[in-house]
Every structure is written in C-alpha cells, then in structure tokens.
C-alpha cells in the first residue's frame, strides 16, 4: 500500500524526521511516496543502514517523487511506479 | 536514481573536522576587532597601510575563506551526494596550513618581515592549493549535475585565480617583481576574491539553500543557467580589459558586473519575501543585511561612476570594501552558520542515533533547540551596531574607528561563544549515544 508523504514546504530538518518516523510504521507490502522538493541525498545513507531501499524520480527540478521500502519487501517493490 | 547511495557515511569526516573551521574563524573575525582598535583611525588613511591590509586579509581568509572551505567540504554531500573524502586527513592538514598562514600573512604585514612572508606563501599556497585539489576531484565525482555544483566549479577557478595573483603580491613584498603593476595585480587579486570566489559561492550556495532553508520559490531556471556564467564572463573581460588598459571594455564590465550582483540581491530580497512560512528565522535576516548591503553597494558604484563628486574616491574604496567584505560577506556566512552548525550536528547525531537497534535509539532534540533564535538575534544587534559604526568610520575615522573594532570584536566573540553552544549539546548527546551503544 501506497502511504504519500508531503514533505516540500518544510525545513530541513524537518523531512528528514518526517520521513524516518513514518519508515517505523511500514508494514509488509507498504511502501513510502515522499514529495520533496529537492534530491535529499543525506538520507540515503541512513535508511539504507537502517534495512530500507529507494527509488528517486526528478519530476522537475524543483519536484522530486521519493519511494521507499524494505530491503526484501517483493511485494511492496512491485508496486513502485 | 536508484539504491544504493553515492555518499558513504564512512568516507565522510568526523564532526571534529568542519567544526574546527567553524569555530576558528570568529576568532580571526574578533582578532580584526583587537586589530581596530590597537590602531583605529590609522587604517582608515588608505588602503595600502600595512594594518589595513592585516585586517583585510584576517577577515577574507581567517573568516570568510575558512568558513567557506569547511563549509563546501561539508554542504557538497548535502547538496550534490557526494563526500569529500577525508583521505590522509587531507581537510585537517587543509585547516591548520590555513590558520598558520593567516596568522603569518597578517605578522608578515604588520612586521615587514620577508621570512614570514615565505612561510606564509608556503602555508597559504599549500593550504588552498590542497583545497582546491580536493575539490576538484570531489566535483568530478559527482553524478548529479546541478546549477550549485556548476557554480561551485566557477568560484573554485575563482578562487584558484585569488591565490595565485594573492602569491604573486607577496612575492612583490618580499623582492620586487620586475614589471610587475602592483596596483593593477592588487584590484585583479581583491576583484576575483571578492566577486568571484566570494560572490559566485554565494550564489551557487544561495540557489539551493534559499529556497531549502528559507522556504521561498525557487530562483527562475534563467537566473540559475545565465547569471553565474554571465558574471564569470564578465569578470574575465573585466581582468582583460584592465591589462590592456582598454577603458570601455574595463568600464562596460565593471557596470555590467554590478547589475549582475544587483539582479541577484534583488532576486533574493524579492523571493524571501514571497515566503510561504513567515516565522522569524535569525539566518534569514544575517542575508537580508547581506542583500541589502550588496544592494547599496552596487547602486552606489553605478551612481558614482556617473556623477564623481558624490562620494570622494579616497572614501569610495573603503566603502566599498566594508560594503562587500562586511556589510555582505561577513553577514551572509554568520547568517549561514547558524544553520550548517546545527544542522551538522543534528545529521551526525541522527547517524549515531541510527546505527543503534531500534529499542536503544533516543529522541533527538529539534535542531532549533540546540541554540534558540533570541540568544542569536543577540548577536544579530550586535552585527548591526558594528555596521554602523564602521560606516561612522570611514566618515569620520577619529571618533568611530575604534569603537567600531570594539563592536567587531564583540560580535564576533558572540558568534564564536553560540557556536561553542551548539559543540556543547552535540557532545552531551554525542556521550549519551555512546553510552547506550555500550550499555547492555
């Protein structure tokens, strides 16, 4: 299931936060739709650390469509657009 | 894009390499104060006094050059997804040679000494001939071609042109260098510094932190394409212009470069205005100074250039100087630090943090906490009053000069002391991770 997360009109910080506390709720099959406006490279790194998998598409430059999912989760990766 | 990720938290340096540039260069910044008042109205006299030049230059590089290279080693992986790596502890040799070779360049012209003159050309020459070095490969690792990471490559060949006229005029210091126009090399050095390593930085920066930190619209994909290039151009022909001594090509770019850092400033004032959130945020008013003095600046440089008798010459160049070195420079990057400052900490803290099983990770405290708006708007007035008593200075030297390196001095011992606020909560949740990672 599809959970969208809109994290573009906040501060950084702030989408970092966002988007790790909603990882914690993701359940099998569940995966994460972020809205950001900008690539945010520095998460990569820890939600990978932390067992999860992404896919980022540049939809503008100033739009970016961010997926996230468990590591192993088939179910949940066949579902990313 | 896809996993995995192109930055590797490994790769990256410990907190303690950025955070050393960060909380050295206030103290460079209130040295210039102690510097001010030592001498007062004497550096007002003219450009060339060797203390003028002292301060100048512990200002350019023991403030704005040290934050601006710890700051691109540490925002590239934000900004671009890539880190610098921290091979040999390249960025800690890069800041000590920087440190020593501030201090000598400026013992160098206090003393008039040609052995420290040398060993300020080897640690300066070395110091930002390893930076620039390091910052190549970096951006040529970089896989994501944004208009920041074009900029920076700009204000890197900017840089790389400062140093070297920079080296070229120590040189001159030390033995003459035979034909060489000291004067005309002196406005190359200070115009490329300024406006191109300083100015382009800011910009490429100022596209992507603006709108990311201060949630404005985005600059228009024209300014970000054109405005940069355009401006690099124009310093070229400027330099051209200026050795050949051909007047309308000199003056052409010169007015051209002005609207240029107009149109930005105004772009930026213009966006920040249109803001979606309207909370007070203390680095969005460091750069509105920043914008409003770059502003003034230009304006007053195009108003002078076609009616002479408003500012005298003599006055000119010390408010201009202020203008773009202070009133610009000094405010945008005291502005910037209250974010990268806090923001590195919470990031290293967050990693931390995360590398623990879940059941032993803590709740991290919001970034604004670590160092509250109101103990930094402190500092903010504090800015302001040294402003304006520079300006009184350059007017009247006698009775504000040394007031004014007061007001130096205190404001940046302030930034220095929120700064060492920030260190201090990054540690004590730094020990509080350690020991949860150890606790069984």
Redesign the interface.
């Known amino acids: 299931m599809e959970h969208p997360l809109d994290v573009s ?5 702030e989408p ?1 936060e966002r988007i ?1 506390g909603k990882l914690d709720e993701l359940k099998a099959g569940d995966f994460l739709s972020v809205t950001h ?3 945010p ?2 998460l ?3 939600i ?3 067992g999860f ?4 598409i540049e939809e503008s ?2 739009l970016f469509r961010i997926y996230i999912w468990r590591v192993h989760d088939l179910r949940a990766e066949q579902l990313i657009p | 894009m896809l996993s995995s990720a192109t930055l590797s938290l490994d790769q990256a340096p410990p907190i303690s390499v950025p955070f050393r540039f960060f909380l050295t260069a206030p103290l460079f910044a209130a040295l210039a104060g102690l510097l001010l008042i030592y001498y007062g109205e004497t550096l007002f006299v003219s450009r060339w006094m060797p203390g003028t030049l002292a301060l100048v230059h512990l200002l350019t590089i023991g403030f704005l050059a040290m934050v601006m290279c710890g700051a691109m080693m540490q925002m590239l992986p934000v900004l671009a997804g890539v880190s610098v790596p921290n091979v040999l502890t390249v960025p800690s040799i890069i800041h000590l040679l920087l440190v020593v070779g501030t201090g000598s360049l400026v013992a160098g012209f206090l003393y008039t000494d040609s052995n420290v003159f040398i060993f300020a050309m080897v640690t300066l020459g070395g110091g930002f001939g390893l930076f620039i070095l390091l910052i190549t490969v970096t951006l040529l690792r970089v896989k994501v071609k944004n208009r920041t990471v074009k900029t920076m490559w700009l204000a890197l060949f900017s840089l790389l042109v400062t140093v070297i006229l920079g080296l070229l005029l120590v040189q001159s210091l030390i033995s003459p260098v035979d034909g060489l126009q000291v004067a005309l090399i002196t406005n190359l050095h200070l115009t490329w510094g300024l406006l191109g390593w300083v100015g382009l930085l800011v910009i490429g920066v100022a596209f992507q932190v603006v709108p990311m930190f201060q949630i404005t619209p985005e600059y228009s994909q024209n300014t970000q394409r054109l405005l940069p290039v355009a401006l690099l151009f124009l310093l070229l022909s400027w330099s051209i212009g200026a050795l050949y001594q051909t007047s309308l090509v000199t003056i052409l770019a010169e007015l051209l470069l002005m609207m240029g850092y107009l149109l930005f400033a105004f772009n930026t004032l213009r966006l920040q205005a249109q803001r979606k959130r309207k909370v007070s945020d203390i680095t969005l008013l460091f750069w509105r100074v920043g914008m409003v003095s770059t502003t003034v600046a230009a304006g007053l440089f195009v108003l002078n250039h076609f009616s002479s008798e408003l500012i005298p010459q003599s006055k000119m160049v010390f408010l201009m100087g202020s203008l773009f070195i202070i009133a610009f420079g000094l405010s945008v990057v005291n502005g910037m630090l209250y974010k990268i400052v806090p923001f590195l900490s919470w990031f290293h803290l967050q990693q931390r943090n995360l590398a623990l099983p879940r059941e032993k990770r803590v709740k991290l405290p919001n970034m604004k906490t670590a160092l509250p708006d109101r103990i930094a708007r402190k500092q903010l007035i504090a800015h302001l009053i040294m402003l304006a008593l520079l300006f009184g200075a350059i007017f009247w030297p006698q009775w504000f000069a040394r007031l004014a390196g007061v007001a130096l001095f205190i404001s940046s011992m302030m930034l220095w002391w929120n700064l060492v606020i920030v260190t201090k909560s990054y540690r004590a949740y730094a020990l509080k991770l350690r020991r949860r990672a150890t606790d069984a």
Not at chain 1, 9 to 13: I, S, V
């Open positions: 009109q906040l501060e950084p910080p970092m790790l406006r900008r690539e490279f520095p990569y790194p820890l990978e650390q932390d998998r992404w896919r980022c430059p100033a």
